[in-house]
């Protein structure tokens, strides 16, 4: 058993909108860097992409067909085919009065204006030889092709510095044949659970013990918005062993996150090891979530979150996250409005964040609360199915159903 250190004292008091200011302040500047297309995915570009060539890159057939002018065609009309136009060859030109067998995506011959769809002539679809002649039974509405350019044209910005390249932006990018990308380097996230009652999952509990679920937590958000994250897991509240340990901690790593012994109780491991050291911890007017440390060791931004499990996420998402976004150059998502499904008193003084799930009904958004016992900061087992949490101002002595929120979402 660690002796206990003298109690803390608050630093400071803000709104949540002042703390995530003043922990965003802290966060570096995207550091970009030129990487294979593959190698990209899930990160956020730092440059835009300008397409190099036009799309398509010829004028080609929208339809499998028949290629020929529309001056020759008529209902009924038969014209003869000279030749085949596969995918991956430049055809010849189309001699007035003909017709040239085409398939989706293939040039059209110069000359030709209009395709066929095999369907309106009497050539059955399929793997057919190919015939001496079509006859036009109906003639096509509009002429079945794309112009060249037209999807995109040579410069144009075909991805936004600031995307994240998900697999349609890759798509996007990979169609315009762009191999390279520049973006920026991942922020490296060290998750730190602490506590002497933690145990870790898959052992059991001893007496006084309970599994750690804040570091499976932080590293579950970070790494869903694409940051490489450890966990690491100091079962002991014993701040002079923290800070033996702190040089490792800082080591290779951005973001260094603690959960738990922050706040006034008499073994705050990270609050008695940290203030020493220039970490500020203070209170923000917010529930859950009201203490609160943040600041830089050896350069690293360490921010800590108190150990209760929602307060946890709520904070990751209300202060860690931005800097997340700020420090990989992406621009933060703002909350979604949704409309209440069901109403709760609250005390005023501290914004509160309600957990909630988020359902579309009659073409709205509607919010409502995970679970009746509304935003207490220990049931973590409640956080499963959250969508996010509604944001009710501090003012607010509660809310009612239909009124509008603004929700924070979860990644
Ligand atoms: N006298 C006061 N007491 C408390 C205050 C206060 O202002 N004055 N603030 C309360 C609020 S609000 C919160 S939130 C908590 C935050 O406390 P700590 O950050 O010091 O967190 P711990 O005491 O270490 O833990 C709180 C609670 O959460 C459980 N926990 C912690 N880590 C984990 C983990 N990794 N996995 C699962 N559960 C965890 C821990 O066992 C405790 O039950 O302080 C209030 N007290
Ligand atoms: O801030 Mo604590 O998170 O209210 O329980």
Redesign the pocket.
């Known amino acids: 058993m660690v002796q206990p250190h003298p109690a803390p004292q608050t630093a400071w008091q803000r709104t949540p909108a002042e703390h995530t200011a003043a922990v965003r302040a802290l966060a570096p500047e995207p550091r970009p860097e030129r990487i294979p297309l593959p190698e990209a995915t899930g990160r956020i570009l730092a440059r835009d992409v300008a397409s190099p060539r036009e799309l398509p890159l010829w004028d080609c057939s929208a339809m499998d067909g028949f290629a020929a002018r529309r001056a020759d065609l008529a209902e009924g009309v038969v014209l003869p085919v000279r030749g085949d136009v596969p995918a991956g060859v430049a055809p010849g030109p189309l001699e007035p009065g003909t017709a040239m067998r085409i398939m989706t995506g293939s040039p059209v011959p110069q000359g030709a204006d209009t395709v066929v769809p095999v369907e309106l002539t009497d050539i059955p679809r399929g793997p057919v030889p190919l015939p001496q002649e079509v006859r036009v039974d109906e003639l096509p509405a509009g002429d079945n092709t794309r112009a060249a350019g037209s999807d995109v044209t040579t410069g144009q910005v075909v991805a936004e510095a600031g995307t994240v390249l998900d697999a349609l932006t890759l798509g996007a990018v990979a169609a315009v044949g762009v191999a390279e990308v520049e973006a920026t380097r991942p922020v490296r996230v060290r998750a730190v659970?602490?506590?002497d009652?933690?145990a870790p999952l898959g052992t059991e509990p001893g007496p006084g013990q309970?599994?750690?679920?804040?570091?499976w937590l932080v590293h579950g958000l970070a790494t869903a918005l694409g940051h490489p994250t450890e966990r690491v897991?100091l079962d002991h509240d014993d701040p002079e062993e923290l800070g033996r340990r702190l040089p490792e901690l800082t080591a290779d790593t951005d973001l260094l996150v603690f959960?738990?012994?922050?706040?006034?109780?008499a073994f705050?491991v990270?609050?008695q090891c940290l203030e020493p050291r220039g970490i500020e911890f203070g209170?923000v007017s917010m529930?859950?979530?009201?203490?609160q440390g943040v600041g830089q060791l050896d350069g690293v931004t360490v921010l800590?979150?108190?150990?209760?499990?929602v307060?946890?996420v709520v904070s990751f998402l209300a202060f860690a996250r931005p800097w997340l976004d700020a420090a990989s150059g992406r621009e933060a998502p703002g909350p979604v409005t949704a409309v209440l499904g069901d109403g709760w008193a609250k005390k005023p003084g501290r914004t509160q964040y309600m957990p909630v799930t988020l359902s579309p009904e009659e073409g709205r958004l509607v919010a409502r609360r995970r679970s009746a016992e509304g935003s207490l900061?220990?049931l973590?087992s409640r956080l499963a199915g959250v969508d996010g949490f509604a944001i009710v101002p501090a003012a607010a002595e509660g809310v009612q159903e239909g009124d509008l929120v603004e929700v924070m979402m979860v990644p």
Do not use: W
Not at 259 to 265: E, I, P
Not at 287 to 291: A, E, R, V
């Open positions: 659970a602490t506590g009652e933690l309970l599994p750690d679920c804040n570091s897991l959960t738990g012994g922050v706040s006034a109780g705050e990270v609050r209170q529930q859950p979530g009201k203490p800590c979150l108190p150990g209760n499990p307060s946890a900061s220990h973590a």
